[in-house]
């Protein structure tokens, strides 16, 4: 069996590895207005990965982690603030930018993205950090960069140099993060053949869509818009 990735809306994405690990890709599940009903409860979960504290991000880690007494990677200021919520503390589980960690596997590195990170508590805003993208790179399988919430920065040409992606999982939506013509330069400067569409079609308010960044492609690039709670083999 392949490595498969399903979309589960939003930036939330099952990732299932050939060796069998489950991990979950920013986890915004039971609140997510698109996230496939069958989908809000994980029924098993060896890993959480969270690029930003955000709470379309974040979702349902705290209670995904705590269930299934899986780790929960993130940022090292949100991985403490979830220590807060109920996450025992686990240094392996928050490493910062160019740091890599494994579990199973999987090799998780930590990359820059150009966004912010913070929680809205007690009406006031909690910092958690910078944002991030991640790179995940399973012993068989191909490696992906999942680039979080971001705008286009020219560091993903580094990105590419370091780790080669085959995949590229890019935000689309406008608005909060890149649209497509942002997200075209993006694809072209981390130069993965294949990219995957993310972080758009949840509110009215992200315009950004698949027709709209498929003609600004490099046309070696190919794009993969799968529907909500597809799942496409990698
Ligand atoms: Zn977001």
Same mark, same amino acid.
């Given at each position: 069996?392949?490595?498969?990735?399903?979309?589960? %809306?939003?930036?939330? #994405?099952?990732?299932?590895?050939?060796?069998? *690990?489950? /991990?979950?890709?920013?986890?915004?599940?039971? !609140? =997510?207005?698109?996230?496939?009903?069958?989908?809000?409860?994980?029924?098993?979960?060896?890993?959480?990965?969270?690029?930003?504290?955000?709470?379309?991000?974040?979702?349902?880690?705290?209670?995904?982690?705590?269930?299934?007494?899986?780790?929960?990677?993130?940022?090292?200021?949100?991985?403490?603030?979830?220590?807060?919520?109920?996450?025992?503390?686990?240094?392996?589980?928050?490493?910062?930018?160019? %740091?890599?960690?494994? #579990?199973?596997?999987?090799?998780?590195?930590? *990359?820059? /993205?150009?966004?912010?990170?913070?929680?809205? !508590? =007690?009406?006031?805003?909690?910092?958690?950090?910078?944002?991030?993208?991640?790179?995940?790179?399973?012993?068989?399988?191909?490696?992906?960069?999942?680039?979080?919430?971001?705008?286009?920065?020219?560091?993903?040409?580094?990105?590419?140099?370091?780790?080669?992606?085959?995949?590229?999982?890019?935000?689309?939506?406008?608005?909060?993060?890149?649209?497509?013509?942002?997200?075209?330069?993006?694809?072209?400067?981390?130069?993965?053949?294949?990219?995957?569409?993310?972080?758009?079609?949840?509110?009215?308010?992200?315009?950004g869509s698949p027709d709209a960044l498929r003609?600004?492609?490099?046309?070696?690039?190919?794009?993969?818009?799968?529907?909500?709670?597809?799942?496409?083999?990698?």
């Open positions: 069996m392949a490595t498969a990735l399903t979309w589960l %809306g939003h930036a939330a #994405f099952r990732l299932d590895t050939e060796a069998g *690990t489950r /991990a979950y890709v920013d986890p915004f599940l039971s !609140e =997510n207005p698109s996230c496939p009903d069958s989908e809000r409860e994980p029924e098993r979960c060896d890993l959480v990965l969270l690029t930003h504290g955000h709470d379309d991000h974040v979702g349902d880690a705290v209670a995904i982690g705590k269930r299934f007494g899986c780790p929960v990677v993130a940022p090292v200021e949100l991985r403490g603030w979830l220590s807060g919520k109920g996450l025992p503390q686990e240094s392996g589980e928050a490493p910062n930018k160019g %740091g890599t960690v494994r #579990f199973g596997d999987v090799r998780i590195t930590l *990359t820059d /993205a150009n966004h912010s990170s913070s929680a809205y !508590e =007690n009406d006031t805003f909690v910092y958690l950090g910078e944002p991030c993208g991640i790179v995940l790179r399973p012993d068989d399988g191909p490696t992906m960069y999942f680039a979080g919430d971001t705008n286009v920065f020219g560091d993903m040409a580094l990105i590419r140099r370091v780790y080669a992606p085959d995949v590229a999982v890019l935000p689309i939506g406008d608005h909060f993060t890149m649209g497509p013509e942002e997200a075209a330069v993006a694809a072209e400067l981390v130069g993965a053949p294949r990219v995957v569409a993310s972080h758009y079609g949840t509110f009215p308010l992200l315009t003609p600004l492609l490099p046309a070696n690039v190919e794009l993969l818009a799968p529907a909500v709670g597809e799942t496409i083999e990698l």
